[in-house]
């Protein structure tokens, strides 16, 4: 079986390549290989229809790399069925690394995510995202302007995966407004805990008598992991939850069974790249709402 990385050590190549203080570097094609093997499948799953066209990712990212923009961080899934390894879903993070300044705000540059597999569970997808320098965070733009753009593996796939890029692009620039609007608003007890309990109820759906049995409580989305993150701004309370739902590592006590005592369980990572999406994309809608109702 092939020896795969651990999510810390994809995060670890992803920081050395998004620094944004004048030494910032591409991947190269061998780390995007050794990352995920799967972006260079020059053909198909065999359960694709002839009109599948399978376009290997990495000649998309060659025409990107031409318009400028730089792969900086790459992740991809374990596919179930051992045949499918070669063609399963990747997720790639894009940068124009050469408009750094104008694609920046605070603490946080704007990215462009692409989606893609050979294996039939996913089109090419773009969206726009912030990443916050400070925590290597991602955080998945959804707004009625921004959604994701879809290519389908007929025609052109490769141009029209690059003029989708410019489109949600040029859609993204209302996103980097928002580090800068969303420090102004500040939040509530009673805010903060609605937003730590709404993320809570994404992150560990209840069963049908309303009840969870993870040992994580909502208010522990709200503990900062750093110093600078004890605002109550919603930007900074945004971010802390983000960080917290989806990073992992937050321990928990419950009541053992029987009487025998404290039990202690620690919450794992979400290392899906679809389940991370669709996250990153609800607490963002949740951010965006509390910035319309509060502003």
Not at 30 to 46: M, N, R, V, Y
Request: glycine share 6%; proline share 2%.
């Amino acid at each position: 079986m092939r020896n795969r990385r651990s999510m810390n050590d994809i995060n670890s190549t992803y920081g050395k390549g998004a620094r944004f203080d004048g030494s910032a570097v591409a991947l190269t094609e061998e780390q995007l290989f050794k990352q995920a093997p799967s972006i260079f499948a020059t053909d198909a799953h065999s359960s694709r229809s002839e009109r599948f066209a399978p376009i290997a990712t990495i000649e998309v990212l060659r025409g990107l790399a031409k318009e400028g923009f730089s792969a900086v961080g790459v992740i991809e899934s374990r596919a179930r069925d051992a045949d499918k390894q070669s063609h399963t879903k990747h997720l790639i993070r894009l940068r124009r690394l050469d408009m750094a300044k104008q694609h920046r705000v605070g603490d946080s540059v704007v990215e462009m995510l692409l989606k893609n597999a050979n294996d039939g569970s996913a089109a090419y997808s773009l969206m726009a995202g912030l990443f916050r320098i400070c925590c290597l965070n991602s955080l998945v733009a959804q707004r009625d302007t921004i959604e994701d753009i879809r290519v389908r593996h007929s025609g052109n796939v490769q141009q029209n995966v690059i003029d989708a890029t410019y489109t949600v692009l040029e859609r993204a620039e209302k996103v980097i407004a928002a580090p800068v609007d969303w420090a102004r608003i500040s939040l509530s007890p009673d805010d903060r805990e609605v937003f730590a309990e709404a993320v809570h109820l994404l992150r560990f759906p209840r069963d049908e008598n309303g009840k969870t049995t993870t040992a994580i409580k909502p208010e522990q989305f709200l503990i900062p992991r750093r110093v600078e993150d004890q605002s109550h701004d919603l930007w900074t309370v945004m971010n802390t939850i983000q960080e917290n739902a989806l990073k992992g590592g937050i321990e928990g006590t419950y009541q053992r069974a029987n009487g025998r005592g404290i039990g202690h369980r620690t919450m794992r990572a979400v290392t899906g790249i679809d389940q991370s999406i669709n996250l990153n994309k609800a607490i963002w809608a949740m951010g965006e709402q509390l910035a319309e109702e509060l502003a």
